[in-house]
């Protein structure tokens, strides 16, 4: 069971458009469409923004966008606002029954 | 509205057993499944445990496996995680977390307990 990965760190300035990679294999990111984000703020529970790769939770602004191409998942955040710094995890269901997150990406906004 | 509250937690030393308690309200607890996320301070999300809607199907990580049991009672719309043999490295913010669909899992965590923290030293 290992975590799936994520780069550490991102930055973007306001207003730009930035894309963070989760990269899994075919037994958990490749292999269905459960691949969920999660946004943390610091001291924050994570909440849920992004689940079935692509379908947004209630209430998350549509500048948030998700997409998969073979075993590695994307979360797109467009018109960056000081308000998306925080960390992001992607989390994927594996064949083993499991769910498996990244380590986590921590989203500066410059 | 849909909550999760959490209770249990607090420091033991290696080997000690504890057990963590998740009460849900705001929704129909005894059609979704609930999952136990953890994570060590500074460090990422872990997930550990998970148990379908009627409890007949639990599923765990092999970090935790044979050591700590996931349980619910319908009746009382609670979740259980029973912690035994505890070690320095599950040191961690315990969350339960509600999964999105209906008899499920669809493996995402729409709705999160407050966490509560289990620190295991001597």
């Known amino acids: 069971q290992s975590a799936l990965t994520q780069p550490a760190s991102v930055s973007g300035s306001p207003g730009q458009s930035i894309t963070l990679s989760c990269t899994g294999t075919s037994s958990d990111v490749g292999n269905d469409n459960l691949v969920s984000w999660y946004q943390q703020h610091p001291g924050q529970v994570p909440k849920l923004l992004i689940y079935e790769v692509s379908k947004r939770s209630p209430g998350i602004s549509s500048r948030f966008s998700g997409s998969k191409s073979g075993n590695t998942a994307s979360l797109t955040i467009s018109g960056l606002q000081a308000e998306d710094e925080a960390d992001y995890y992607c989390?994927?269901?594996?064949?083993?029954?499991?769910?498996?997150f990244g380590g986590g990406t921590k989203l500066t906004v410059l | 509205q849909e909550t999760l509250v959490q209770s249990g937690g607090g420091v033991v030393q290696p080997g000690a057993s504890l057990r963590l308690s998740c009460v849900a309200s705001?929704?129909?607890?005894?059609?979704?499944?609930i999952h136990w996320v953890r994570q060590a301070p500074g460090k990422g999300l872990e997930w550990v445990a998970f148990i379908r809607s009627d409890g007949n199907e639990r599923y765990y990580a092999d970090s935790v496996k044979g050591r700590l049991t996931i349980s619910r009672d319908n009746y009382k719309d609670t979740v259980f995680l029973q912690m035994n043999s505890l070690r320095p490295d599950d040191t961690s913010v315990y969350y339960c977390a509600k999964d999105l669909k209906v008899r499920g899992p669809a493996g995402a965590f729409d709705i999160w307990g407050q966490g509560t923290m289990v620190v295991v030293s001597s």
């Open positions: 705001g929704f129909s607890f005894n059609v979704y499944g």
């Open positions: 989390c994927s269901y594996a064949v083993s029954r499991t769910w498996l």
